[in-house]
């Protein structure tokens, strides 16, 4: 008897198959889109992994996008955690351009998240110094050797690329603890209580996947994609001879050594066109969303 029921049971299973489960997934736009840009996204997840809850965090949508980091990350981190309460076998994050560095915000600010994997999808992790055609309308018509003086003031810092910018050249100013740079506070860089808070946060992901590619067109150096940034020089300096990586500021280091830095470099793809390249997904997203 015991024979013919497990029999029958591999038979059914032959059948129909064996149910996966798989972690949610959180998606966060980016800067002068909206949630319905990662659709195209969202729909390959299901594909691949149906059943999967997908959550398409409708907030800062297109002009809102150009708000204040700090403020992004204060109201975006409380949607998220609702998520991930309801999720406590932990969720995942892809973050696609600017919504990189606000996911980012959220993981080294909320003690209690759960995400397993952070995917940053062409996001400026090193920060920004270009102005790329899409941004020139927001921009003062000057060229990107005089931004500091805007975006290094208290009206700057008012714009969510004024938070990121990462100008070599005037790295005073943006470690200058009474401006608190968004990005340098993120990288530990500037005056921070919460500094290792901070670290300890961010060093609860499992694995940090980073995507990005020499024809982005927009992410500037497009390297910052991998933590990298222009010098002194704007000769390339990667993560690994960044100040914040060796002395481990936020846990890039720490990171690394365990195994948890994934780095993808794909040429070919603009900056537009990262979530719904199905190349891309499969080659560098999929894997990571078990």
């Excluded at 996001?123 to 270009?130: D, E, L």
Aim: proline residues 6%; neutral net charge; charged residues 20%.
């Amino acid at each position: 008897m015991p024979d013919v029921f497990l029999f029958s049971l591999f038979l059914f299973f032959l059948q129909y198959g064996v149910s996966e489960s798989y972690k949610p997934v959180i998606l966060m736009h980016g800067i002068l889109s909206s949630q319905r840009d990662l659709n195209d996204l969202k729909a390959f997840i299901k594909k691949a992994h149906p059943g999967t809850e997908t959550y398409n965090i409708d907030a800062f949508n297109d002009l809102l996008s150009l708000e204040p980091m700090g403020k992004q990350v204060r109201i975006v981190a409380p949607i998220m955690k609702k998520i991930m309460d309801a999720n406590p076998q932990g969720v995942h994050l892809i973050c696609f351009s600017q919504g990189g560095l606000v996911c980012r915000g959220v993981l080294e600010t909320l003690p209690s998240h759960n995400v397993y994997n952070f995917i940053s999808l062409s996001s400026p992790q090193g920060g920004q110094f270009g102005v790329p055609s899409m941004l020139k309308p927001f921009i003062p018509a000057v060229s990107r050797e005089y931004l500091y003086e805007v975006f290094y003031t208290s009206v700057g810092q008012n714009v969510s690329v004024g938070d990121y910018w990462y100008d070599p050249h005037h790295l005073d100013l943006f470690k200058k603890p009474a401006l608190k740079v968004f990005l340098a506070q993120l990288n530990n860089q500037t005056a921070n209580p919460y500094s290792s808070a901070f670290k300890n946060n961010f060093l609860k992901i499992k694995n940090l996947i980073m995507i990005g590619g020499p024809d982005d067109g927009v992410i500037t150096p497009w390297q910052s994609s991998h933590f990298g940034t222009y010098d002194e020089n704007e000769n390339v300096k990667e993560m690994v001879n960044q100040e914040y990586y060796i002395k481990d500021s936020f846990g890039l280091q720490t990171l690394n050594k365990r195994g948890s830095l994934h780095k993808y470099v794909i040429p070919g793809v603009k900056h537009t066109h990262w979530h719904g390249n199905k190349d891309v997904f499969e080659k560098c997203i999929e894997q990571w969303l078990d």
